[in-house]
T-cell receptor
Framework: GENVEQHPSTLSVQEGDSAVIKCTYS??????FPWYKQELGKRPQLIID?????GEKKDQRIAVTLNKTAKHFSLHITETQPEDSAVYFC??????????FGKGTRLSVIA | DGGITQSPKYLFRKEGQNVTLSCEQN?????MYWYRQDPGQGLRLIYY???????QKGDIAEGYSVSREKKESFPLTVTSAQKNPTAFYLC?????????????FGNGTRLTVT
């Protein structure tokens, strides 16, 4: 089955700097890659997703890139703000099985 | 909140007791899921259901049971057979568009078993 690895497990950046979180997946048939943000004590919420027919997607300060050949995708957050501090999860699905999640990255934005 | 209600928010039980966690959604979604969250372990799938009266085991189904008698409801029972039941449990739903659609999560139930 699918296996998703996520790195780093923790990340600290200065406010205003960029943050990058990377995920690799094992099943080449995976075609859907969402990212979720979970603030402390709250539920995970979808922040951006990408499908395999697209290489990059942007939404204001966040972007996701996908490299199907290498089987990895990344989340990029620019101009980080304290409210970006949270745990971020990547996930992957082939469409025939439920999403498989990475173990998460705890992002701390230092003011 | 967000159309998915989990109750209670906190639950305490003694070891050896079964406990049922509630999950109700009013989003008219066909698919519902239960995930377990432990520190540093991400979200692990316990059970999922794509349609009423049908459900499948996820990666860590041992010690858990579910039912799907109504489209809106997907309760999870943590049985005494679950060796490490203390965790944060998240229920989620998605529209019936296969597995390539976003999940909507409830606010979770934190279960503590002593």
């Amino acid at each position: 089955g699918e296996n998703v690895e996520q790195h780093p497990s923790t990340l600290s950046v200065q406010e205003g700097d960029s943050a990058v979180i990377k995920c690799t997946y094992s099943d080449s048939a995976s075609n859907y890659f969402p990212w979720y943000k979970q603030e402390l004590g709250k539920r995970p919420q979808l922040i951006i997703d990408i499908r395999s027919n697209v290489g990059e997607k942007k939404d204001q300060r966040i972007a996701v890139t996908l490299n199907k050949t290498a089987k990895h995708f990344s989340l990029h957050i620019t101009e980080t703000q304290p409210e970006d501090s949270a745990v971020y999860f990547c996930a992957a699905s082939t469409g025939n099985t439920p999403l498989v999640f990475g173990k998460g990255t705890r992002l701390s934005v230092i003011a | 909140d967000g159309g998915i209600t989990q109750s209670p928010k906190y639950l305490f039980r003694k070891e050896g007791q079964n406990v049922t966690l509630s999950c109700e959604q009013n989003l008219n979604h066909d698919a519902m899921y239960w995930y377990r969250q432990d520190p540093g372990q991400g979200l692990r799938l316990i059970y999922y259901s794509q349609i009423v009266n049908d459900f499948q085991k996820g990666d860590i189904a041992e010690g858990y049971s579910v039912s799907r008698e109504k489209k809106e409801s997907f309760p999870l029972t943590v049985t005494s057979a679950q060796k490490n039941p203390t965790a944060f449990y998240l229920c989620a739903s998605s529209p019936r568009t296969g597995y390539n659609s976003p999940l909507h999560f409830g606010n979770g139930t934190r279960l503590t078993v002593t």
